[in-house]
């Protein structure tokens, strides 16, 4: 199955686990139109490459997905404010259509994805940040949603999903000042899980993505699923729905290998199925 053809966003896969790697090095990585549309293009990629996926019968599974920024001083700067600029009201509709239904994209998108946020997170470089499963952040990334300054509001779900990684109060000072934050104050509020040294970033997002490889693909799938659809229901609802998903499994493949596995005291070999 052919790889999209992208000029901002390289593609890359190793041992299961792909990297999107944002690069407008010009513009500090900032999101133009092209590049969403490229990483839509890449996401429908990587998704047709999860496990029980027509691309992945073809031999190249794709359990993890990575996103980081190309350069030592930016993951994504923002929406590209000088391509933005001059938007009429239906222009910046369908940019932000396209902004949202990426960042939605990437939270349905079956496999974990982990961004891995180099240096500038703003504005939309943050929401793109927390539409991802994680964060794992260097010491020199700082986040922000600016956009009050620029006189816009976040566009691409900051609003709605900020609150979710650090609690209302602190998303509704982050949002309502436009201050940017460093590393250490991300990982001391729960926006970032880890901080590591800029070169060891990526090799700490693959260690972290092999953990996650050893697992049943489709028991994290499943998982995934249910973490991003509980927040919107009522409690009752989504223990249902838990129950629903957890009773589904029972019978399948990996289910079955996971278990007898552990009987057997030996490594599960899991198909995800
Ligand atoms: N867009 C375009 N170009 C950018 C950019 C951006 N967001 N950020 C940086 N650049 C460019 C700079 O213009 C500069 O280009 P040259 O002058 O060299 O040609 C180059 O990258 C290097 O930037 P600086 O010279 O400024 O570098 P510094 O290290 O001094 O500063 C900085 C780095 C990241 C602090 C600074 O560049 C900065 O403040 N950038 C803007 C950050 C920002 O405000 N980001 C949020 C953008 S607003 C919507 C949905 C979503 C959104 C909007 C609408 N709809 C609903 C329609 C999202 C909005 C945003 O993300």
Redesign the pocket.
Known sequence: MDQPKLENILLETKDGVATLTFSRP???N?LNEQTLRELKAALVWVEQHAAGREGAAQGEQIDVLILTGAGE??FI??????E?KDKDPEA??I??RL?QGVSRALELLPQPVIAAVNG?A????CEFAIACDFILASENAVFGQ??V??G?I???GGSVRLGRFVGQPRARELIYTGRKIKADEALRIGLANQVVPLAQLLPRAQEVAQEIRKNSPMAVAKSKRLMNQIYTMPIDQALREESLLFGGIFGSYDQREGMNAFAEKRKAAFRGE
């Open positions: 010009k513009a500090l900032a001083k930016s700067a923002g929406a590209d404010i000088l933005m910046g509709e940019f932000a902004g500038f703003l504005g939309g470089g600016p956009e300054a620029l816009i976040p566009g691409f």
